[in-house]
């Protein structure tokens, strides 16, 4: 398993309130565990109640890259004076 940061995918799964390290966590580095999680999931080779942990996981990890993409759109929407285009 890779480290990100301090922070492991094993760590990650093990830690009883994942919150307080997700929340932790840039934008690089969450998507580079939210990657890791789907591989794992993905590739079979886990039991039931650890892909279901690593779901619900990665649905955190979610929540808070939404979280650090939406106040680098705001930020981006106060540079460029209230508009963002696409």
Same mark, same amino acid.
């Given at each position: 398993?890779?480290?990100?940061?301090?922070?492991?995918?094993?760590?990650?799964?093990?830690?009883?309130?994942?919150?307080?390290?997700?929340?932790?966590?840039?934008?690089?580095? @969450?998507?580079?565990? +939210?990657? $890791?999680?789907?591989?794992?999931?993905? %590739? *079979? !080779?886990?039991?039931?109640?650890?892909?279901?942990?690593?779901?619900?996981?990665?649905?955190?990890?979610?929540?808070?890259?939404? @979280?650090?993409?939406? +106040?680098? $759109?705001?930020?981006?929407?106060?540079? %460029? *004076? !209230?508009?963002?285009?696409?």
């Amino acid at each position: 398993m890779k480290t990100v940061g301090a922070l492991t995918v094993k760590e990650l799964l093990a830690h009883e309130k994942p919150e307080t390290l997700i929340e932790k966590l840039s934008f690089e580095e @969450g998507m580079t565990l +939210l990657e $890791e999680l789907c591989s794992g999931i993905e %590739g *079979g !080779g886990m039991s039931l109640d650890n892909a279901v942990v690593s779901y619900e996981r990665g649905v955190k990890l979610v929540e808070h890259l939404k @979280g650090k993409l939406a +106040l680098a $759109e705001s930020k981006i929407q106060m540079v %460029g *004076g !209230g508009t963002l285009e696409v």
